[in-house]
């Protein structure tokens, strides 16, 4: 059987192969069990196998729950690993310590016991996130008539979505068919995504709105988005 197969693990050897799939530069994502739970996303550094993990914490989160991470509570860190395979970790642990230099990094204790979980790739998360449709770039020609439609994610998958945009009867057909997507997620708001995707078909809701179905060339950083935003739903 694999391991991938298994839901609730105690076996060290066993969580220890699990962890190995996590890499450096993975997000995690971190919940703190204090009094008031605290949520961010953590960036793996590394691992001391069997001992802590070190992970990258962002400098705001620090500046402002610093008293709350040296007060000793326990944490929940919540993962994707295996790529696109979809299989999701989730365990409980100690903060060990925190440190500002070179750069705020936080030390979590390794776990005794895990979760495993199984996201299928096509399942789809109702969502209200801001996106907005535009032209691949191409010749200065083709940049003149360039064209950018905002609207509102519907539902996400990682292969497609479905788009409302503000689209008149008036307006006619939709100009594009090929395009990328740009994802304005609400957890990295200065880094939006950029999507390659296609129209696969539209359809109109009323006189002002379309819903347009648009299928997703394969990115891993959107399978790795994804997932979490489906754990924080599960939670």
Request: proline residues 6%; glycine residues 6%.
């Amino acid at each position: 059987m694999s391991i991938f197969e298994q839901r609730h693990i105690t076996d060290g050897d066993v969580i220890n192969e699990i962890i190995s799939y996590l890499k450096p530069g993975n997000l995690l994502d971190f919940q703190l069990n204090a009094p008031v739970k605290i949520r961010t996303k953590l960036r793996l550094i590394g691992v001391e196998s069997e001992s802590f993990f070190v992970c990258a914490l962002p400098a705001s989160a620090y500046r402002t729950h610093l008293e709350e991470f040296n007060a000793g509570h326990s944490c929940v860190i919540r993962a994707v690993v295996g790529g696109d395979l979809g299989h999701c970790i989730a365990f409980q642990g100690n903060v060990i310590s925190v440190q500002k230099s070179p750069k705020p990094m936080m030390f979590v204790s390794w776990p005794n016991k895990l979760e495993n979980f199984r996201l299928r790739k096509e399942q789809r998360i109702g969502t209200r996130i801001p996106a907005t449709l535009m032209d691949k770039e191409g010749t200065a020609q083709e940049r003149s008539n360039y064209h950018l439609i905002e609207g509102t994610l519907m539902d996400l998958s990682v292969g497609g979505c479905l788009l409302q945009i503000p689209w008149s009867v008036q307006a006619g057909a939709i100009p594009i068919k090929r395009g990328l997507l740009k994802i304005n997620f609400p957890s990295r708001p200065d880094d939006p995504l950029f999507v390659p995707c296609e129209v696969r078909r539209a359809t109109r809701q009323n006189q002002e709105n379309m819903h347009v179905g648009l299928q997703f060339e394969p990115v891993d950083e959107l399978i790795e988005l994804f997932h979490h935003i489906n754990m924080d739903n599960r939670n």
